[in-house]
């Protein structure tokens, strides 16, 4: 199953290099919302938590024109049935999810390398717990949007419903990760955000479960 | 090793619209089905519905080995599938898309077997390139290696020949035969012709007409 998974995740991954179906869209989506920002806030102090705020904001609306793909892009081109017929559905949901993974992780190091560069007042003390808060915003930003893409992968209006449906199953894992980017700005320590820590870990673990049990029904028909 | 599709009751509606309804059968080894019927008499659903690809509105599907009924999510392990909705990746070329199945169907010692089933097609000379640049022709001659791959036991065709040349649907023939020696076949066609692959015919114009009456064995 463990190589049935991983065949999955090579498949996108060598489609993707080749295509740049969502890769080059994601950048210059990324290049133009800061951009943006910028623009917006020219002459203006914008505080560190602020900022922290826009940072996901900037993630967010950058995951929702990208996590998609995996699942949309089957089935515009027709290609569903060739998994159904080569797979179990389960292992069809953890290879997309692993690449929706590395997806999420590349676009995240992209999107914090351009704001550290880019926004003066962005200054992180606590850099364990950024990247903690990143690394698990990032899970959890990546499996729903990994089991709501499957969903809206059969609707007609893929790309509006995606972050209308996203938005409020994302909400909590959004308010968090807002709050411990906030924190890790403030100088706070690891223990002063343990409390979010969980919350991020119950979010991905009961998405992932649902998800894995729901799969089936969603994938077939 | 004993191996039987069961068909019982299987009725399939879209909204208020049925498409059929009764459909029973049993397929064993060696048996083979010519599923018939006019544009729209629901040829293509009913191979979905065998291959597990739809659900029935009513009825059930029973794949069984050695009497124990298989669960449906490894029924793929059994089937190779040919039909014209089925696309492949035109990204990657026609080796590359057997290699790809080959990996998520968990195959091992593939690339014997991969270059056995593209001379088998005759798309060797050709495995190189993107599908991209196939022909429709070479497209279907592709699907064929696809679901011959992992030496399936049932073989469904739907629209068997369509987009092929004269020595295309040669190999047709040649492949339909194999597998009624091994294994079960089942095509769905509107070709008179094509009918003459299988032993037994399942007409869904004259399910529907008759009402209730099952057709096949």
Known sequence: ?221 | MDFKITLKNVRKNFSRLLVFDSVNFELTIGSSLAIAGKNGSGKSTLVKIIAGLLSPSAGEVIYQIDGKKIDKLDWFKYIGFVAPYLQLYDEFTGYENLEILARIRGLKNYKNKIEEVLKRVNLYARRDDLVRGYSSGMKQRLKYACALLHEPIVLILDEPTSNLDAEGVEMVWKIAQEQKKKGILIVATNEAEELQMCEEVINLDELKLKSREQIVK
């Open chain 1, 1 to 221: 199953m463990l190589s049935s998974i991983w065949a999955i995740f090579l498949k996108d991954l060598k489609s993707e290099l080749r295509t740049r179906y969502a890769l080059n869209a994601l950048f210059m989506f990324v290049v133009v919302t800061i951009s943006m920002i910028l623009f917006s806030t020219a002459g203006e102090v914008v505080s560190g938590t602020l900022l922290s705020g826009l940072l996901w904001v900037v993630i967010f609306f950058s995951a929702m024109s990208g996590l998609s793909r995996t699942f949309v892009s089957e089935e515009d081109r027709g290609t569903v049935i060739f998994l159904q017929l080569a797979t179990r559905p389960s292992v069809v949901y953890f290879g997309k999810l692993l690449f929706n993974f590395a997806l999420i992780f590349g676009l995240n190091l992209f999107i914090v390398i351009a704001y550290l560069l880019t926004m003066e007042n962005f200054k992180v003390k606590s850099f364990d717990v950024f990247l903690v808060g990143l690394i698990l915003g990032g899970i959890g930003l990546a499996s729903a949007s990994t089991i709501i893409a499957a969903i809206i992968a059969k609707a007609n209006t893929k790309g509006t419903l995606y972050p209308v449906l996203s938005f409020p199953v994302l909400l909590p894992l959004l308010m968090t990760t807002i709050n411990m980017t906030q924190l890790s700005i403030e100088g706070a320590t690891f223990s002063e955000t343990i409390g979010h820590l969980r919350i991020l870990i119950s979010y991905s673990a009961v998405v992932i479960i649902a998800s894995y049990l729901l799969f089936d029904y969603i994938w077939k028909e």
